[in-house]
Structure formats: C-alpha cells, structure tokens
C-alpha cells in the first residue's frame, strides 16, 4: 500500500495552500459568505477533482478532492460546506443518477462555480431518520409538484440548483422518496437564513416550498429511487466532511504549536512543559489517524471499491478529533484561547458542527457497530462506480 500522494495531488495541495494564504486567511474576520471566493475556487478546479474533463473537471479523484477540502479548511472551515455542495452532494450526485438532459444543463456550471447548488435532507420532523421526510412531491403528468419545509440546508440562502428529497407516500417509508433536481428561482421557494454557533462562511437556512416546480427530466433515478440516491450522497458528503474536520484539526495544531513556541511561564517556553507536549502529542496522533483514515476512504472510492463502512469510520473518527482538537487547543492558549483576539475561539465553534454534519456521531456508531456484529453489512454492492463516467481518450 502506497500512502504517498501522486505528483497532481501534491501539486494542486500546494495550490489550494496559496490560495488559501492569498485570499482566504486575510478576510477570515469577514464572517460572512463570500461569493468571489467559492467563485474564484470554482475557476481554479477546486470543486472538479471527482469529475471528467467534459463536465470541468480535472479527473484526480476522490483522494484529490479531499486533499484539496483539507487544505482550504485549514485556512476556514466554514468553506468546506462548499466543496460537499459544488463537489459532491449536488452535481455528482446529478451526474450519477439524473438524466442526459440534466447532466448536461446542471453538473459543469456547478462544479465551475457559476451557479450554487443545495441539498434538502433534513425537516422539522425528520433528521437522521429520511424515512420520516414530510414534503410531497407529486406526478402531475407533465411536471412534478413540491411541497414542504426543509432545514437546516447549507447554502439554502444562495443556491440557485437544490436537490430535493420528498415522498409521493408517507406509508412507504423509504421506499416512496424521491429525489429532484429544483431550480430555487420560482416563487413558491422561500428562504430564511438561521443564525448559528460557527460555520460563518456557509449561509444555513429554512425552506420553504409551496407548489415548486419541477420538471420531468429532473428526477434523479427512478420513481422511488430517493432512499438509493441520498444513501450514495451521504457517503461521498462524508469525504469531504471528514477531509474538512482533518484540516480544522490540523489549524488547531497550527495554533498550538505556534502559541507553546511563544509563551513564556515560569521562566521558559510552555512548550517545554511535559503537560503541553503531552497534550501536543495526543493531537498530532488523532490528526495523522484520522486523515489516514478519511484518504484511505476516498482511495476506496476511486478504486471502485465499496466504501461506506470505512468512511463511516472516518467520519466519526475525524468529527472526535476535530472537537478534542480545538479543546485542547484552547487549553494550550489558556485565557488567550478564550480570546476573540485569537483564532482558536472560532476553531471550537466551528469544529462541533463535524459532530452533527452528513450523519450524526450516533448514526455512524449504529452503522460501524451493526456492521461488526453482522447486524446489517454497511458496503453493499454498487450500482454505478467511479470509473463509469470518466472520460474516455
């Protein structure tokens, strides 16, 4: 087993540190979303590692992509909702499952950057559980009509493309969701932004939608494939939720070490104090563990190979790190880590989100552990592969 990155994935890492330097590191104190950056970040191939050159992207695969979601989480971790979002969750999960016409009106602007896009999973009734999804779509001939609420959707404000989770019966469980490609600019889409702890750079938001129109030709799969479709977005989301929460862990690092170097107690730098090293040790230990973990998921992936049950793994193992990461970071800097002066208050904001996101710490300890005792097997065989929409020379 090879864990040395390629020449392109080294190459395009050392590209998205600039970039991060140079244009995301001096307006970290902008809190807010900033649509030059996703802008600039779709330009230079960031969002395309996972596709094909004929839908603008540049074919270095899923470990790619994670390297890259690292990196500039490194500099701000709210940008890794993007990366989820303009990489994985809404234009593959278009190229995977949607229909020609689709593919070739939504995924290429997407991935560029050009338009945004959204995923609606979760609602006020229904969380990890999708089977309990309360917005109906319906089959009105021509046209597919949607109506419901949405929450807490990244980039829910912004996106001009959602994917839409629904259900045509609620009996059926899972077994009667769908999934639709939406265009937000309608008037029966409505958006509220709702304040949150951390994540400033993503705009999280409700939805609303009261008779939202969508073609035929948007359906992604079959009618009553939706269950199938978000299984598959969940697993590639958690590649880049993970590659995010190794980069915030590894600021976090960053941080400390740079912080034990410089102060100064009882005479000498704490860094020679045995409890920091100690402490710095624990977290150079769960950050190399967890990006071995993450990357070998999306090696998996690019391999063809089934992967849901290590990238749950790396999910979960990545979201603990990240949060015992930033508390020990903060411990490190003392009264300064309380500081808004400091960065390591908005790392500790922002790290807990890597708990909740793409699937909760509990759901991935049911999938990890029913898959351990043969309860239920987490990989499962694919229905379509990487390799199957790579272009052909």
Not at 72 to 87: E, H, K, P, V, Y
Not at 168 to 195: I, Y
Request: net charge neutral; charged share 25%.
């Amino acid at each position: 087993m090879d864990f040395e990155l390629k020449k392109e994935h080294k190459a395009i890492q050392k590209e998205a540190h600039r970039f991060a330097e140079k244009e995301v590191i001096p307006r970290l104190n902008e809190e807010t979303f900033k649509r030059d950056l996703v802008t600039l970040m779709g330009e230079m191939g960031f969002f395309g590692c996972a596709f094909p050159l004929r839908y603008g992207g540049t074919e270095m695969g899923f470990l790619g992509h994670s390297v890259v979601c690292e990196e500039i989480s490194r500099a701000d971790s709210g940008l890794r909702s993007l990366f989820n979002l303009q990489g994985m969750t809404v234009p593959y999960t278009i190229m995977e499952w949607g229909s020609q016409a689709a593919k070739d009106k939504y995924v290429k602007p997407l991935v560029l950057a050009q338009t945004l896009g959204c995923t609606c999973f979760s609602e006020p009734n229904a969380g990890s559980d999708l089977s309990s999804i309360e917005t109906i779509i319906k089959d009105k001939g021509d046209h597919f009509l949607l109506n419901g609420s949405k929450t807490w959707i990244s980039n829910g404000t912004v996106a001009d493309i959602a994917i839409v989770y629904a259900t045509f019966d609620r009996n059926l469980k899972h077994k009667g969701l769908c999934a639709v490609a939406v265009e937000t600019d309608q008037p029966g889409w409505k958006t509220r932004e709702t304040p949150k702890l951390g994540d400033k750079s993503s705009p999280i938001a409700e939805i609303h939608l009261d008779n939202v129109v969508a073609p035929k030709e948007n359906l992604l799969g079959k009618w009553g494939d939706g269950f199938k479709v978000a299984m598959t977005a969940l697993d590639r989301g958690r590649i880049s939720v993970g590659s995010g929460a190794v980069g915030l862990a590894q600021a976090c690092l960053d941080a400390s070490v740079q912080y034990a170097n410089q102060r100064v107690q009882f005479g000498k730098q704490i860094a020679h104090h045995q409890l920091v090293k100690g402490t710095i040790a624990e977290m150079v230990s769960q950050i190399e563990a967890a990006r071995l973990l993450v990357r070998q998921g999306a090696w998996l992936n690019d391999q063809d190979n089934p992967f849901t049950r290590e990238i749950a793994i790396a999910k979960y193992f990545s979201g603990e790190a990240v949060v015992k990461a930033a508390g020990m970071a903060m411990e490190i800097h003392g009264g300064m880590g309380y500081s808004l002066e400091m960065p390591v208050e908005r790392y500790y904001r922002d790290a807990k989100l890597y708990q909740v996101g793409e699937g909760t710490a509990n759901i991935m300890r049911l999938l990890i552990a029913d898959d351990a005792l043969g309860i239920k097997k987490a990989n499962r065989p694919r229905l379509h592969v990487p390799s199957d929409f790579k272009d052909m020379e």
